[in-house]
């Protein structure tokens, strides 16, 4: 079993910035990749950015140029950087860990963007 623990969501005024973090723990032999998506009241969730263990990164068109993608294998964590938010940013932030054969998602994170 796979756990994910997310951390960083807050409130932000729009302009500001947040670091999302997500520790991946429990039985992992090897993970295929990492990333994170994002669900808005009354929406689907959907893709923000996704890094591969090789170090691919995939954007959001709404996340390009603003947001950044990275990893510590070390930690089995990954991290995204929100900068230059807006209110059409709000959403609950979820984790997503892509081992052999399935996945996991993590509890999610509420970020809030205030205008």
């Known amino acids: 079993q796979v756990q994910l623990l997310e951390s960083g969501g807050g409130l932000v005024q729009a302009g500001g910035s947040l670091r999302l973090s997500c520790a991946a723990s429990?039985?992992?032999?090897?993970?295929?990749?990492m990333g994170w998506y994002r669900q808005a009241p009354g929406k689907q969730r959907e893709l923000v950015a996704y890094?591969?263990?090789?170090?691919?990164?995939n954007y959001a068109d709404s996340a390009k140029g603003r947001f950044t993608i990275s990893r510590d294998s070390s930690k089995n964590s990954v991290y995204l950087q929100m900068n230059s938010l807006k209110p059409e940013d709000t959403a609950v932030y979820y984790c997503?860990?892509?081992?052999?054969?399935?996945?996991?998602w993590g509890q999610g994170t509420q970020v809030t963007v205030s205008s």
């Open positions: 890094i591969t263990t090789g170090g691919s990164t």
């Open positions: 429990g039985s992992i032999f090897r993970i295929n990749g």
């Open positions: 997503k860990v892509v081992v052999p054969e399935r996945f996991y």
